[in-house]
């Protein structure tokens, strides 16, 4: 398995590269509709082992939720985009480390591709999930503070205020790089070490470090949405 930072062309649709990071995002995608429907139309007041993992995952986030906003009201309006977020990033990682994952390939042209790679192992994926992230805090901060929000970033009521007026602009230019290479670094970096490790010892060595990443893919998924919690409650509230 070959070790690229670009994620490879599979096929072309309408000057449209269809790349195997996109693809395994279209997985993802489909793996989380077919889930959420099957539990829908098979609700249960006992509910099957499928029900209460996803019943006992949504309550822990809804109460870490509660504890970063301090209202269950505020909670329910950020809860289906930080539950989106975290679902999609979660189970993005995980699927990356199934087995054959990397082996199964595709004829591009002359090359030879891997059919799937891990989505948030391309940096395209890790900025589109940050941009959604990033304009939701803007969009959340204009809804509770009106036009009044822009005074975070411009303010002339004095020479100390301007100042951190352009460090908080800065600042809420940078978060989504800092959102999306955070991510990427992480996931791309463990695939890279799985690679490695495989390659030199491919009996029992890789056992722990699957097992760690297991870890880190949830702890990842988890990071994201909570400092995308954080920023939203943050904005809701004046300078």
């Known amino acids: 398995m070959l070790i690229s930072i670009k994620a490879e062309t599979l096929f072309q649709v309408g000057g449209l590269n269809i790349t195997n990071a ?33 019943e006992a995952t949504l309550e822990f986030l809804l109460n870490i ?11 329910k309006k950020f809860f289906p985009l930080l539950v989106t977020l975290f679902l999609f990033i979660v189970t993005a990682n995980w699927l990356a480390l199934l087995p054959g994952f990397g082996s199964i390939v595709f004829k591009h042209g002359n090359e030879v591709v891997p059919l799937f790679r891990g989505a948030n192992a391309d940096l395209n994926t890790t900025i589109a999930l940050a941009l959604i ?9 204009f809804k509770y503070q009106g036009f009044r929000y822009l005074t975070k970033f411009v303010n002339f009521h004095g020479v100390s205020a301007f ?14 790089i800092s959102f999306a290479f955070r991510l990427f670094g992480n996931i791309f970096a463990g695939e890279v070490l799985l690679v490695v490790v495989t390659s030199l010892i491919p009996i029992l060595a890789p056992t722990p470090f699957i097992a760690l990443e297991i ?5 990842q998924g988890l990071v994201f949405s909570m400092l995308t919690l954080i920023f939203l409650r943050l904005t809701m509230t004046s300078h």
């Open 215 to 219: 870890f880190v893919g949830f702890i």
């Open 163 to 176: 100042f951190v007026g352009i460090l908080e602009l800065v600042s809420e230019i940078t978060k989504p």
């Open 22 to 54: 996109l693809f395994t995002t279209w997985v993802t995608m489909l793996v989380l509709i077919i889930v959420a429907f099957i539990v829908k139309t098979n609700l249960k007041a006992v509910p099957s082992k499928l029900q209460s993992i996803l």
């Open 133 to 141: 992230a990033s304009v939701a805090i803007q969009v959340t901060g």
């Open 65 to 75: 939720i509660d504890v970063v906003t301090g209202s269950r009201e505020i909670s």
